[in-house]
């Protein structure tokens, strides 16, 4: 795996994992730890054609839902979407907001 695909996954996952947590100390903690990967992002972004997001958002999603974080999620099971909610250029916008992006991938996730 390349850098650009790890670190654009490390800040997926932390967004996957506020949505997931029940908890609203450690979701935020999720919050703040994405919003500061994407920072470190956007100062330094990787080429487009060196990643494709739907593959980092697969390992991203295999990061965020470890066995340890199970018995922090909530009562509703989120099934993830499979393709990538975001594209790169969305993530890198100085706007993004990840209260906003935690809220659609949740939107964009089915529930069991």
Same mark, same amino acid.
């Given at each position: 795996?390349? &850098?650009?695909?790890?670190?654009?996954?490390?800040? %997926?996952?932390?967004?996957?994992?506020? #949505? +997931?947590?029940? !908890?609203? *100390?450690?979701?935020l903690?999720?919050?703040?730890?994405?919003?500061?990967?994407?920072a470190?992002? &956007?100062?330094a972004?990787?080429?487009?054609?060196? %990643?494709?997001?739907?593959?980092a958002? #697969? +390992?991203?999603? !295999?990061? *965020?839902?470890?066995?340890?974080?199970?018995?922090?999620?909530?009562q509703?099971?989120?099934?993830l979407?499979?393709?990538?909610?975001?594209t790169?250029d969305?993530?890198?916008?100085p706007?993004?907001?990840?209260?906003?992006?935690?809220?659609?991938?949740?939107?964009?996730?089915?529930?069991?």
């Amino acid at each position: 795996m390349n &850098a650009s695909v790890e670190r654009v996954r490390d800040a %997926l996952a932390e967004l996957i994992k506020a #949505t +997931l947590l029940s !908890e609203d *100390a450690r979701s935020l903690a999720c919050r703040e730890a994405g919003r500061a990967r994407l920072a470190a992002l &956007a100062v330094a972004p990787p080429e487009p054609g060196s %990643l494709r997001m739907d593959g980092a958002w #697969t +390992l991203a999603i !295999e990061q *965020a839902e470890t066995p340890e974080l199970a018995p922090l999620e909530g009562q509703v099971n989120l099934t993830l979407p499979r393709a990538c909610p975001f594209t790169l250029d969305e993530i890198l916008a100085p706007g993004f907001e990840v209260d906003l992006a935690v809220d659609r991938i949740r939107k964009s996730a089915s529930t069991g």
